[in-house]
């Protein structure tokens, strides 16, 4: 993933002075259907502006819904990863999670675990 292909946004969001709590080990994943900020304690999902009729992810409303639906239906099975839907505020060049004002867009807090814990290892 080349930082051109990056909304604006996100390539802020790499500035570990943003988040609430110590970042270690940053890094950024991308799927077809989200980036994942990866900040050491916290895992933060950002859901893609796209339409792949499977799945609509087009507005920004819908990407509110989709993150709260996620909460809503993982924190059944695993309440200690699952943690809230953060807004993102501010504007794309300076971000603010959880901030005051108006949001651009919406991410799924998570508890990061580590990676040998995923399904690929």
């Known amino acids: 993933m080349k930082p051109d292909d ?10 570990p002075r943003l988040y609430p709590h110590p970042v270690t080990d940053f890094d950024l994943r991308e799927t077809h259907i989200s980036w994942i900020l ?10 893609k502006p796209v339409n792949f009729g499977f799945v609509d992810f087009s507005s920004l409303a819908q990407r509110q819904f989709f993150c709260h639906e996620e909460i ?11 943690v809230d839907v953060v807004p993102i505020s501010g504007t794309p060049e300076h971000p603010r999670l959880n901030g005051q004002g108006k949001p651009f ?6 508890r990061q675990f580590m990676a040998d ?5």
């Open 6 to 15: 990056l909304p604006t946004f996100l390539l802020a969001l790499q500035d």
């Open 38 to 47: 990866l900040t050491g304690s916290y895992a933060y999902k950002i859901k």
């Open 72 to 82: 809503r239906l993982n924190q059944r099975s695993a309440p200690d990863i699952y």
């Open 105 to 110: 867009e919406f991410a799924v807090k998570m």
């Open 117 to 121: 814990a995923t399904l690929d290892h």
